[in-house]
């Protein structure tokens, strides 16, 4: 049973993070808890309940790694801008000075 567990991780988390099958996995998965065909119906108290916790949860995860890596690269592409008449004191030039004679 935790190999079956582990496999359905990897198996999601992978399919997730490729582009190409991003928006179905979600929608799938999206679709998977509205519908009233489950693999433990929801009638059931707490059982019924368990696989859509689990599927939230993976999804959730997931989809903030992935939101929190975009944002992350995203601030490393925006590189800082002096415009004129600006002062950037973090700014170090260092040169060899010459004496002119």
Known sequence: MKQLVESFYAWYRSNLR?????WLIIFGTLAYLLSPIDISP?????VGWIDD???ITL?????SQLLQGALSRSGEDDEPTETAG?????TV???D???IT
Request: charged share 30%; aromatic share 6%.
């Open 18 to 22: 490729h582009p190409k099958y991003r």
């Open 42 to 46: 929801d009638v059931f108290p707490i």
């Open 53 to 55: 916790g689990i599927l």
């Open 59 to 63: 999804l959730v995860a997931e989809v």
């Open 86 to 90: 600006q002062d950037n004191d973090s």
């Open 93 to 95: 030039v260092d040169v």
């Open 97 to 99: 000075a010459q004496e």
